[in-house]
């Protein structure tokens, strides 16, 4: 079976037929997904149609729609309101319950970040949620036609030309708006949640990815998107987005039949590694809250679903680097604005190894490079790179540590 993209529609929450597009793996499908768009977007907006395809890609069934009024749907956007965007994601859960694939993911975009985040809680079957650029309060939708909510006020309603188009605002969507409390929503939703949000988004800011992290119970994740501007125009930023996402709810759902452990089971302070069901060699990877996925490359027989054994490792010792170099540099009043450590791995022939048996022996290199920013004197840049080798993960594989195996 070859991956296909199908247009299809369902009736909206006004009646109005919305217009929709299926996103198809090649194989039977590990969950099916619902994605939500931004304020005035459509389905397919770039953000939307990139992140849905590389899912897609991943194995995800995507399925993403107009909301009512908009892109290639069917009805007046000026009757619709916040309210009505939730009641259309419900009934984009019930078209897709009556075909057997009921959404098991739900992931929304700025507003449509909001909508997912209301409507969750209603959909009993969806395990986890992501949210891209969302605000906190779907009354932040105000700021992008401020200039005109006295007029709305007064007159009821106000032409508003967003993005280059014209949209009649009414009053009642103000008010709808204004009457919203995500915030409980989102406490009693009692699903997973990784949120996605840029510190440098001007549109929406990164208070609200924090408003929204505290309002969530655990499970939760929050991913800087660093560098991404907040309709994640570079196709980068979103492909990063579908990679972090598919490792992240592999977690949550049930591939192929596979047992699933529920968020709410109670945390453990060891590493949890097992089979993912999915892959040659795909594993879920659990430590406490937070869930990750491991794999390996096409080249040896993976699907590179998430990062190699390695890769932790070197995960491992440039997060280290990282926060020893910025404990120390905080102790001593050092001006280190900003550490970013890059790790490579790799096995080398150790033919100036003595210790080794013959010259066909290898030993592991882990090559890091330190970029350190601020105002920093030399002796202070040498203190940063001398204290990077004190580091516990350093130290720890420059010393050798000893891994005791019992069968339980």
């Known amino acids: 079976m070859a991956a296909r993209s199908e247009k299809v529609e369902f009736p909206g929450s006004q009646g ?27 389905k397919d907006i770039f953000a939307a149609a990139r992140i ?20 290639a749907s069917e009805g007046e956007f000026g009757n619709t309101n916040f309210s009505s965007n939730v009641q259309d994601l419900l009934a984009a859960a019930d078209y897709l319950r009556a075909q057997g694939q009921a959404p098991e993911i739900l992931i929304g975009h ?17 395990k986890a949620v992501a949210t ?16 005109h909510v006295e007029e709305i006020r007064t007159k009821g309603e106000a032409e508003v030309q967003l993005a ?3 949209f009649s605002i009414k009053k009642q969507f103000l008010d709808d708006l204004e009457s919203t409390a995500i915030a409980d929503r989102i406490a009693n939703m009692r699903k997973a949640l990784l949120i996605f949000h840029a510190p440098t988004d001007v549109t929406v800011g990164i208070k609200n990815a924090s408003a929204i992290y505290q309002a969530a119970k655990h499970p939760k994740s929050f991913v800087s998107l660093d560098g991404a501007d907040h309709l994640l125009s570079r196709r980068a930023d979103a492909v990063y987005v579908a990679e972090v996402l598919s490792a992240w709810a592999a977690r949550f759902i049930t591939p192929n039949g596979a047992e699933t452990t529920d968020p709410g089971d109670e ?16 594993q879920t990877v659990r430590i406490g809250s937070h869930r990750l996925l491991a ?8 699907d590179d679903a998430g990062p190699t054994p390695y890769d932790y490792v070197a995960i491992g010792l440039g997060a280290c680097t990282s926060m020893t170099i910025r404990m120390y540099a905080a102790r001593k009043n050092i001006p280190l604005e900003h550490v ?49 080798d004190k580091c516990p993960v350093h130290r720890t594989l420059e010393t050798g540590a000893r891994v005791i195996t019992e069968v339980e």
Not at 60 to 71: A, I, N, S
Not at 295 to 302: I, T, Y
Request: glycine content about 8%.
């Open 164 to 166: 280059g188009r014209t």
């Open 110 to 126: 700025s507003l449509g970040g909001a909508a997912v985040l209301a409507a969750a809680g209603d959909i009993p079957e969806v």
């Open 132 to 147: 891209i650029g969302a605000p906190a309060d779907a009354a932040h939708v105000e700021q992008n036609f401020a200039a």
């Open 52 to 71: 849905s395809r590389e899912l897609s890609g991943r194995g995800f069934q995507v399925l993403r729609f107009d909301f009512t009024g908009l892109g």
């Open 340 to 388: 970013e450590v890059a790790i490579r791995h790799e096995k080398r022939h150790a033919d100036d190894c003595v210790d080794c048996e013959s010259n066909k022996s290898r030993i592991d290199h882990f090559d890091r490079v330190l970029r350190l920013r601020g105002d920093l004197t030399d002796e202070q840049r040498a203190k940063l790179i001398e204290i990077a």
């Open 16 to 42: 109005a037929l919305l217009a929709a597009r299926m996103e198809r793996p090649a194989e039977p499908p590990k969950a099916t997904v619902i994605f939500a768009h931004c304020f005035t977007c459509s």
């Open 267 to 282: 945390e453990s302070d060891a590493v949890l590694v097992s089979e993912a069901g999915t892959g040659k060699f795909q």
């Open 295 to 302: 794999d390996e490359p096409p080249a040896v027989g993976g």
